[in-house]
């Protein structure tokens, strides 16, 4: 059930903006497990001056195309998994747009399952693929 937002450059191509969002979708199902149909993202367009990091960090070097992908997830995933995510989301975006691996930031926020999710009608619903 994850919800992800991703925050860009305005200046990039809507079909990089797509291929960003496809990227994060793909790999989510690839090492979150999650179903198909479970895509939910907002993509937030950005004016250079909205967007804030810096030159270097941890040794890793930043440029004005920078993309913040911050996923919102119920928890119960390994440390295992959340790397493979991270590296798999990074590769794909460098590998399907002009993105370079070094500028994708990926923020996971966990929280603790179904009673924080409504999906619409103001209701809680349980998932079939989440019920244990």
Aim: proline share 4%; glycine share 4%; aromatic share 8%.
């Amino acid at each position: 059930m994850p919800f992800v937002r991703i925050s860009l450059p305005k200046k990039l191509s809507l079909a990089t903006k797509n291929n960003i969002s496809a990227a994060v979708h793909q790999s989510l199902i690839a090492e979150f497990n999650i179903p198909k149909d479970d895509y939910f993202h907002v993509i937030e367009e950005l004016e250079q001056h909205q967007i804030k990091y810096p030159e270097s960090y941890l040794g890793i070097s930043h440029s004005e195309d920078i993309v913040y992908v911050q996923i919102t997830a119920g928890q119960g995933r390994t440390a295992e998994q959340k790397k493979k995510l991270y590296h798999q989301i990074a590769t794909k975006i460098a590998a399907t747009t002009e993105i370079q691996i070094n500028n994708v930031i990926i923020i996971l926020l966990e929280n603790n399952g179904l009673e924080n999710w409504s999906f619409g009608n103001g209701e809680i619903q349980e998932p079939a693929h989440l019920k244990k």
